[in-house]
């Protein structure tokens, strides 16, 4: 599987690889306006325009239930990942959990139909970072002092120091792998990771840019963007070593192209978000063009067996245009690598 799609003039906000029946690739155009793309062959499966609330929502009222049940991929599973009115709401995959944030540091926990406040200790006035695992509920905060706030569902399990200190000029990220094992932090200079009971298991300094780090759901795999040189990383999930890694533009390259509405050949520009799932299947965006990879296709550092070989790809579906990469772009492409 290796594809590309130019979708928006603009630059793609965010990517999620969701798994169902079929799988898909939820691409966010603008904050509210979505396109769901098949995983494997890159066709459409539909687009949502979400109902956004001019004012903030009252979450006990019928009409924000109605909302909340919309908030969908094609594929019936729950977005990860909403923002809407003054609300960021996370949801597991049928939207029996959610964490809702409301404010600086007001957080509140829904289980089983019934909200639980979390509790915050004086003196935090805001939270760089939120995520939570949509398998089990555990929740993980990171504050504008480095501190890592960790929750089982609504119940607190402790807030713990990183030893990370934020930067204002860089951007801090906090992703929750493994069920909840496995707790990623960046504090734009560093990567830490950290048990379920706060305890740092490893820490590195990537040296260059970190643009977007993203595990997979297991906590197996890390992948970075390095935007200095335009380069996708992958790193041992569990003690951070660098395994394999690639140009952006060799990707794009690399990958068939299909057209889904008219556009460049070859989308250009730094590399943006990112989505990355437990098979090894990458997703990652430059400006409003998307490509979906594996990391069959990444070269190996020195001292890494190769991956095996990727299965035979699907035929592209009908009324689908497949273009090969074309002569210039594969050009840029080799020389980027040679550089």
């Not at 990355?276 to 997703?283: D, E, F, Q, S, Y």
Request: overall charge neutral.
């Amino acid at each position: 599987m290796a594809w590309r799609v130019y979708l928006s003039e603009r630059p793609i906000r965010r990517i999620d690889l969701l798994p169902g029946k079929p799988s898909v690739l939820a691409a966010w155009l603008t904050s509210d306006q979505i396109m769901f793309l098949d995983l494997q062959t890159g066709s459409k499966r539909g687009e949502k325009l979400l109902e956004k609330p001019t004012q903030p929502v009252d979450r006990f009222s019928e009409g924000w239930r109605s909302l909340a049940r919309q908030l969908t991929a094609s594929n019936g599973v729950f977005l990860p990942l909403v923002r809407t009115a003054g609300l960021t709401v996370y949801s597991s995959p049928d939207g029996e959990m959610r964490l809702y944030r409301t404010g600086a540091v007001e957080l509140f926990f829904e289980v089983g139909g019934r909200e639980h406040p979390l509790p915050i200790e004086p003196g935090v006035t805001d939270f760089a970072a939120v995520d939570m695992d949509r398998a089990f509920g555990l929740v993980a905060a990171l504050d504008m002092q480095g501190s890592l706030h960790l929750y089982q569902q609504h119940l607190k399990i402790g807030t713990f120091g990183t030893g990370m200190p934020l930067h204002p000029e860089l951007r801090a990220d906090i992703a929750v792998a493994g069920g909840g094992t496995s707790i990623f932090v960046t504090n734009g200079r560093q990567i830490g990771v950290f048990g379920a009971s706060g305890t740092m298991r490893q820490v590195m300094e990537p040296h260059y840019t970190l643009g977007t780090m993203r595990p997979s759901a297991d906590g197996k795999l890390l992948v970075t963007t390095d935007l200095d040189a335009n380069v996708i990383r992958f790193y041992n999930g569990e003690t951070l070593a660098p395994t394999h890694q690639r140009f952006g533009v060799d990707l794009m390259a690399d990958a068939r192209r299909l057209q889904i509405m008219p556009g460049p050949a070859a989308p250009t520009g730094a590399l943006g978000a990112v989505a990355l799932n437990t098979r090894g299947v990458l997703a990652f965006t430059m400006g409003g063009g998307v490509c979906v990879t594996n990391l069959a296709r990444f070269k190996p550092l020195p001292g890494i067996a190769p991956t095996l070989e990727e299965e035979s790809e699907p035929a592209p579906p009908s009324g689908l245009t497949l273009s090969p990469a074309d002569p210039s772009t594969a050009q840029n492409a080799e020389t980027a690598s040679n550089s």
